[in-house]
T-cell receptor
Framework: GAGVSQSPSNKVTEKGKDVELRCDPI?????LYWYRQSLGQGLEFLIY????????KSGLPSDRFSAERTGGSVSTLTIQRTQQEDSAVYLC?????????????FGSGTRLTVV | GQQLNQSPQSMFIQEGEDVSMNCTSS?????WLWYKQDPGEGPVLLIA?????ELTSNGRLTAQFGITRKDSFLNISASIPSDVGIYFC????????????FGGGTRLMVKP
């Protein structure tokens, strides 16, 4: 597509439920990134994919968080047993490859609210 | 780990005023980037700086890569209402690959 598409744009879930957030990167972009933005905060790195593999999972805050990417395209970020502190905007970005000039294209994010 | 500290955290200015914000780090960065995030959107790259001392302009925006490689500033001249948003500095995570570390952001509000 023309840009990075994220869905849903908003999600309200009850504490303890699982949620799945989807990111559809720009066609041909091999690198994909997930960041979390808590209210009034900067962007916290979560995970990075190069193709289908995730060489860096260091940012995932707990084992309740996981992500996968299939076919070198769409990625899903899953949060199990959601907690209120998981409430944030989850941003996905994609770029051409490791040698790109940091020209990330971000999606508009998924605003997650855990009640 | 690497941290980028931005100041001020927020600014409320009158339309037409010039704005200056900066970003500092305790460690050296080889690249500095400035992004802007409009409300409800993802950040968009404004300016990229690749060399210490580099001064780069993009319209009313000017950014400089500090000589020490530990700081950068962004200036906006003659601000307009659409400059409202959050401005982030960013640099390569551990100066490797193209994963980015972001600062906490400067929230700019412009009064018409």
């Amino acid at each position: 597509g023309a840009g990075v598409s994220q869905s849903p744009s908003n999600k309200v879930t009850e504490k303890g439920k699982d949620v799945e957030l989807r990111c559809d990167p720009i066609s041909g972009h091999t690198a994909l990134y997930w960041y979390r933005q808590s209210l009034g905060q900067g962007l916290e790195f979560l995970i990075y994919f190069q193709g289908n593999s995730a060489p860096d999972k260091s940012g995932l805050p707990s084992d309740r968080f996981s992500a996968e990417r299939t076919g070198g395209s769409v990625s899903t970020l899953t949060i199990q047993r959601t907690q209120q502190e998981d409430s944030a905007v989850y941003l996905c970005a994609s770029s051409l490859d490791r040698s790109s000039d940091y020209g990330y294209t971000f999606g508009s994010g998924t605003r997650l609210t855990v009640v | 780990g690497q941290q980028l500290n931005q100041s001020p955290q927020s600014m409320f200015i009158q339309e037409g005023e010039d704005v200056s914000m900066n970003c500092t780090s305790s460690s050296i960065f080889n690249t500095w980037l400035w992004y802007k995030q409009d409300p409800g959107e993802g950040p968009v790259l404004l300016i990229a700086l690749y060399k210490a001392g580099e001064l780069t302009s993009n319209g009313r925006l000017t950014a400089q890569f500090g000589i020490t490689r530990k700081d950068s500033f962004l200036n906006i001249s003659a601000s307009i209402p659409s400059d409202v948003g959050i401005y982030f500095c960013a640099g390569p995570h551990n100066n490797a690959g193209n994963m980015l570390t972001f600062g906490g952001g400067t929230r700019l509000m412009v009064k018409p």
